[in-house]
């Protein structure tokens, strides 16, 4: 068994391991591959463990990652709408089951791996373990701390409601979405082709705060953040036919580069769709976005 410093320790490496290698970077997912490869002060330390939705290091009193399955219930988790993940204890696995219990005891820091497609993930961190059930046999932890600190869904006041309902927009839907969109559309800028995922954006056609503006591949864009702020506030629009239009005042005015080249030129450029045909952005959404761009 390791020194409890020492553990404590490797959970903060692996945190900052996942702010550099991954959220730093504008990343938007992560492979099993890569997280089988962490390493601390040398020594390999897998962040999943192969077959598992638990990893367990030998050497650590608690758990270390939870991770979903890809194929529903393949491991034993099940999120809510709430953003609360509910975490089954594993079957006949005493020494899984224990260490997850002790998470919860000492609070301790872990991470959560969210699949986003087979084999990769978007890692929530960190996560603490707020309820243990043990007589339905399973764990509670929200998304995040901020709806941790709200208490039970079920007796939420109007504002609560209003402000968990943000956090689960922006904590759950979003990272899946924008994972979703910039793989569909190879990491680069719709408009200018920029192929910097830190750069770039998963931009809705119809906006989230729509009841219709829904986290679906067909109803987003991948931006960069210039064109995606443009296309926000109708100064770049673009038609049901993948075309791009810059607005009317912004063509007629004299500026440096990034207006010439980075929105003036765009005028008139079909926009790079993904090469599968599913993944394309839908043409009545468009088009009704389009319409607010017209009218502006
Ligand atoms: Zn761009």
Request: hydrophobic content about 35%; proline content about 4%.
């Amino acid at each position: 068994m390791r020194t409890v410093e020492e553990e404590q320790a490797i959970r903060h490496d692996v945190f900052r391991w996942l702010d550099a290698a991954f959220i730093g970077r504008g990343g938007y997912e992560i492979s099993r591959t890569e997280l089988l490869s962490y390493s601390f002060l040398g020594e390999r330390i897998p962040l999943l463990d192969t077959g598992r939705g638990i990893r367990n290091p030998a050497t650590f009193r608690s758990t270390l990652s939870i991770m979903s399955g890809w194929k529903k219930n393949r491991y034993q988790d099940f999120e809510d709408e709430n953003g609360w993940i509910e975490y089954s204890y594993r079957d006949q696995e005493a020494g899984d089951n224990l260490k997850l219990k002790r998470a919860y005891e000492l609070r301790a820091p872990l991470v959560y791996f969210r699949a986003v497609r087979e084999g990769y993930y978007f890692p929530y961190y960190p996560i603490v373990i707020a309820e243990n059930d043990r007589v339905e046999r399973k764990v509670r932890f929200p998304l995040d701390q901020g709806l941790g600190l709200l208490g039970d869904p079920h007796g939420y006041s109007d504002d609560q409601r209003r402000y968990a309902d943000s956090v689960v927009r922006t904590r759950l839907h979003q990272p899946l979405f924008r994972a979703r969109v910039l793989r569909a559309y190879a990491s680069a800028c719709t408009i200018c082709d920029l192929k910097h995922p830190e750069l770039l954006d998963a931009a809705h056609i119809i906006a989230d705060t729509e009841s219709h503006g829904v986290p679906h591949v067909t109803n987003g864009l991948a931006m960069c953040k210039i064109h995606h702020a443009a296309y926000d506030r109708s100064l770049l629009g673009i038609t049901a036919d993948y075309e791009v239009r810059i607005d009317r005042d912004l063509l007629d005015e004299i500026d440096g580069p990034m207006l010439r080249h980075g929105l003036q030129d765009m005028h008139g450029r079909r926009i790079r769709v993904p090469t599968n045909r599913n993944a394309r952005p839908a043409r009545e959404l468009l088009a009704e976005r389009f319409a607010q761009f017209i009218d502006r």
